[in-house]
């Protein structure tokens, strides 16, 4: 007997949010300008230079943007160590830091200018949601390892933070246009607007459509293989009513369709429509800043469609809301020292047919605090701590049968988190970073709350209803771990890194497999029972190597390897369907190449990525692991400028290697040209 | 006055002039600002025609409108916001200081011991890579605020 419906797939985590701990009002463009390098608040809450973060980061620079071969973020971030991209079909991305990469893959925090994209529903990303253009991105913080401690819950393996350019820059307009093989075709289009004295206005629309990829016939095919279609116009006021004071509005709306896998590797039609609204404001003072803000993500998803051969499902709707609200101080202690203090609440709230009520809500209090130490020049130590409490409950009347009594859904809980760091400046331009933490990632919405009768493909007589039902006892996903990195600059043009780190996922959080483990239950009716679980433990070690270097006036290169071990002490898959041992790449190598002269530039990238197998759906409806071959996947730019406009021709595994997109579902050749046109 | 030239580096200028608009206030339209130098200084008079003949200095939202000011005749900082002292002024230095703290002048200067010696606010260094040093002291005594953001990527002395 098999789960008739994506229901089966309504596993995996997901996790609630923490919002962003960034203080104050940065001009990360005029600070970059002025400092030489990137400068980030992702680390530590604190403006930092990039060199003297003590944690792993990467910042990728609209240059960089600009000059990569990627047209979306989780392109843009493919190329560098430790970083897994999985695009498992045309739209459907996930993006791990460090191992452990799934279909919905959680722990991994994604935030635009400090508001979340991260979808609480599920405990997830969508790529093809975060209502930003490529044209609007200043630079893609990357921050590896846990940051609970700043961010709160669910930045439990990296944190990702896009930060978007200033609306208060000249008046400025910037349309882009792409159209490519597989129907490819991308619209965009940002302006930035002075409106009157220290008031600016940044509105952005973007428009983009792909088809979807072919499916291998061994794999469970949809009977609709529509491809994606995405839509998104978002608009920023920025406004200094003081002279030490900065007000931020942010609204937008977006739409997004495509086919996606789920946690059970079920081909699924999902519609998302999402809203998002906020008001940040800032000050300085004399003796640091603060910072508060309030923000709402409301998402609507038709949910799960399945038509797939005996597989026949209409989409489940489901409301998400989540609010915000935060607030916190930077403090200058002496003269190079900081003390970082935040409060913050959030409130989350799921709403569907497909729940044990009609309502499951959460509210998280938070109290944070960070301290940065600078004792000597060359040395800086930063302690960061954090206390959530969690309060979990229902609204409207139960549904029965049901798997639970409502009292088992008035549940509480308090995680500490916590990051410590130390940078140590040696002689010769060398720095060796040793930081640590602990980071949680708690169950989502879905995890807690979904209550879905399963119907078998076959009616079986007297067999009482089945149902896949959350798990409000599901234990928050603990994350531990540590890393010891060497930067060294081997010349005034060449870098280096090395990174060892050790990471352990305690409670792993995993959807019923094929063999559905069900027990009884009476409560207002005889069901069986299957659900949501804690399916064990796993870890990753090891190595990231990343080197670059410039030559001479027009070359710039950047290499990085990868090594990662994974080891599970999990359930079985077809208990519970995870699998992070097999799904993480233990080899992963990139070059990158640019050359710029006058008007000209090309951007090569070699990514090399060993073999994997990941989770898929059979043709015969059940799941197991496909091997996804290694992969040598070559993606190339080139681009001329004439005048305000810019020429551009991509090719995207040019190779055509199948694993490249490290999905069951094979990789595909595409080819791109595009203008981009600013004034 | 006598000031013995040193071998510090050229200032940053481009760097130096974001450092203007880093200031609070933010600095906007016209902002008047002096090259500081010495007559017969090669040094110094070289870094001070550098800095005269850069062209246009844009610090965020206004502009740097340029006069040099002989270090022996201090007087003509008045009006001015923003003096580059430029290098082998030592001797100079506390006069500098005095000037700037009368007329509220953010002083900036590639000379590393004026900062230490808290005469000056602001010193950049280039190489390895970009250091900006900042004097409390100095800066308090001529009334000059910069953004916390700015002063928590800086070193503060």
Do not use: I, L, T
């Given at each position: 007997m098999r789960p008739c419906v994506s229901s089966a797939g309504f596993s995996l985590a997901a996790i609630l949010l923490a919002t962003a701990g960034t203080a104050q009002s940065v001009d990360y463009a005029a600070l970059q300008a002025t400092m030489g390098e990137p400068v980030t608040t992702s680390v530590t809450g604190k403006p930092q230079r990039a060199s003297e973060t003590p944690a792993s980061i990467e910042i990728i620079t609209r240059d960089q943007i600009e000059r990569s071969p990627a047209h979306d973020v989780p392109g843009l971030l493919k190329t560098y160590a430790g970083v897994d991209v999985n695009r498992w079909l045309a739209g459907q991305t996930d993006v791990a830091v460090r191992g452990g990469v799934q279909t919905y893959n959680p722990r991994l925090l994604v935030l635009v200018n400090g508001r979340q994209v991260y979808l609480d529903h599920y405990g997830m990303t969508d790529w093809n949601l975060l209502g930003v253009q490529l044209e609007e991105i200043q630079q893609i913080e990357l921050v590896r390892g846990p940051a609970t401690a700043l961010f709160g819950f669910n930045a439990a393996s990296a944190v990702i933070n896009i930060i978007t350019v200033s609306a208060t820059q000249a008046s400025s307009l910037v349309t882009a246009g792409e159209i490519g093989t597989h129907g490819y075709s991308r619209l965009s289009a940002v302006t930035t607007l002075p409106i009157g004295h220290n008031v600016g206005l940044r509105l952005s629309a973007g428009h983009q459509r792909e088809n979807e990829r072919g499916f291998p016939a061994n794999q469970a095919s949809p009977s609709d293989k529509s491809g994606v279609k995405r839509d998104e116009v978002d608009a920023t006021l920025e406004a200094s009513p003081g002279a030490r004071t900065h007000l931020t509005i942010n609204g937008g709306y977006s739409t997004n369709h495509q086919l996606e896998l789920l946690p059970t590797q079920v081909p699924t039609r999902q519609d998302y429509e999402a809203m998002v609204g906020g008001v940040r404001a800032d000050r300085d003072t004399d003796w640091g800043s603060v910072t508060g803000g309030v923000y709402a993500n409301w998402l609507d998803v038709h949910f799960g469609a399945v038509h797939s051969g005996a597989t026949n499902f209409d989409a489940e709707q489901l409301k998400n809301r989540i609010v915000v609200a935060d607030a916190s101080a930077l403090v200058r202690l002496g003269l190079n020292n900081v003390l970082r203090i935040g409060a913050e609440y959030r409130n989350n709230r799921l709403e569907g047919e497909a729940l044990f009520t009609p309502r499951v809500h959460y509210g998280v209090w938070s109290g944070s605090a960070m301290l940065d130490l600078h004792p000597t020049d060359k040395l800086a130590l930063t302690f960061a701590g954090r206390l959530d409490h969690f309060s979990l409950g229902t609204g409207g009347a139960i549904r029965l049968?049901?798997?639970?009594?409502?009292?088992?859904?008035?549940r509480k809980f308090t995680r500490p988190s916590f990051n410590a760091a130390a940078l140590l400046q040696l002689g010769g331009a060398g720095q060796i970073r040793i930081n640590g933490g602990l980071g949680y990632q708690i169950p989502s919405l879905i995890d807690f709350g979904v209550r879905i009768p399963i119907i078998p493909l076959v009616p079986i007589p007297g067999v009482p209803t089945i149902l896949l039902t959350g798990a409000p006892d599901l234990r928050p996903v603990a994350v531990w771990s540590g890393e010891i990195g060497y930067t060294k600059s081997l010349s005034d043009a060449t870098k280096l890194d090395v990174t060892v780190f050790y990471s352990k996922t305690k409670n792993a959080i995993g959807s019923p497999g094929e063999a559905l483990t069900v027990t009884p239950s009476f409560i207002g009716g005889f069901a069986l029972v299957t659900r949501f679980a804690n399916a064990g433990d796993f870890r990753t070690a090891g190595v990231e190597l990343s080197l670059n270097g410039i030559v001479g006036p027009h070359l710039s290169w950047r290499t990085n390897y990868s090594f990662t071990d994974t080891q599970e002490h999990l359930q079985p898959i077809d208990v519970l369907a995870l699998a992070p041992g097999t799904t993480t790449a233990r080899h992963k190598a990139n070059i990158e190449l640019g050359y710029r002269q006058d008007r000209w530039f090309a951007t090569t990238v070699l990514r090399y990525t060993s073999a994997t197998h990941q989770l898929g759906d059979s043709a015969a409806g059940q799941v197991m692991l496909f091997k996804v071959e290694p992969a040598l996947a070559w993606d190339q730019k080139i681009g001329v400028q004439l005048g305000r406009a810019t020429l551009t021709l991509t090719g995207e595994n040019v190779t055509g290697a199948s694993g490249a997109a490290g999905s069951p579902i094979p990789a595909d050749r595409r080819i791109l040209a595009g203008v981009k046109f600013g004034l | 006055m006598l000031a013995v030239p040193t071998a510090a580096a050229d200032l940053n200028l481009p760097v130096a002039t974001r450092v203007v608009s880093f200031l609070q206030p933010t600095p906007e339209g016209v902002i008047p600002a002096a090259v500081i130098y010495e007559p017969g200084n090669a040094a110094s008079e070289a870094e001070a025609a550098s800095i005269e003949h850069a062209g246009t200095l844009v610090a965020g939202k206004g502009t740097l409108r340029l006069k040099r000011v002989p270090v022996g005749a201090l007087g003509g900082l008045a009006g001015v916001r923003v003096a580059f002292v430029t290098s082998g002024l030592r001797e100079a230095h506390a006069q500098i200081a005095a000037a700037a703290s009368r007329q509220s002048i953010l002083t900036i200067t590639s000379d590393m011991s004026c900062v230490q010696a808290g005469h000056c606010a602001v010193a950049i260094s280039s190489s390895p890579r970009v250091q900006i040093t900042v004097s409390r002291s100095a800066a308090k005594a001529a009334n000059v605020q910069f953004g916390s953001a700015f002063l928590m990527l800086v070193k503060e002395i």
């Open positions: 049968p049901a798997a639970n009594e409502v009292s088992d859904y008035d | -």
